[in-house]
């Protein structure tokens, strides 16, 4: 599989180079530790690159959803297509994963200790969080804080 080129904001690629043609949702873009790779969440890779998008978020009233993965876990496997979907349907809500093999300082942080887990972050600040594979739960919370900070 060929690599892409990104925009400036590296979540959206702007041409498969494999194939030459322009990038849409329906191309598998590069491959990543999880199965699904949407331009709508951005995986946090490394420390610096979690501080950055925290700190840029704590002074908007943005919504900050962080799915806590790995990339050996089969319940997360079967959570992403979902938080894929929702990342797709709540385009201004800021949607992160982020691999606990790669980051567990950041998963220690918020005292987890089962996978997957969701936190909602609002100014910096964890307003809830659903732990486990709850489709139904996570989507309701999702809408209720979606619409409570727009």
């Given amino acids: 599989m060929g690599a892409n080129v990104s ?25 990543s530790p999880f199965k699904v790779n949407s331009p709508f969440v951005t995986e ?14 704590k002074d908007t009233n943005k919504l900050l959803v962080i799915e806590f993965t790995a990339k050996w876990c089969g319940p997360c496997k079967s ?6 979907e929702l990342a797709a349907k ?13 980051l567990m300082s950041v998963w220690m942080e918020y005292k987890l200790h089962t ?12 307003v809830d969080r659903v732990v486990g594979v709850k ?5 309701r919370k999702l809408h209720k804080y979606a619409q409570s900070f727009f």
């Fill in 135 to 139: 489709f139904d739960e996570l989507e």
């Fill in 79 to 84: 959570l992403d297509p979902k938080f894929e």
């Fill in 90 to 102: 709540y385009i201004d809500v800021e949607f992160v994963k982020i691999d606990v093999d790669v």
């Fill in 44 to 57: 946090i890779k490394n420390k610096n690159q979690w501080n950055s998008r925290l700190n840029a978020l």
């Fill in 7 to 31: 925009s400036p904001d590296e979540r959206f690629p702007v041409t498969d180079l494999h194939s030459r043609k322009p990038w849409s949702p329906r191309f598998e873009p590069e491959i």
């Fill in 115 to 126: 996978l997957p887990a969701i936190v909602f972050m609002k100014r910096g600040q964890e």
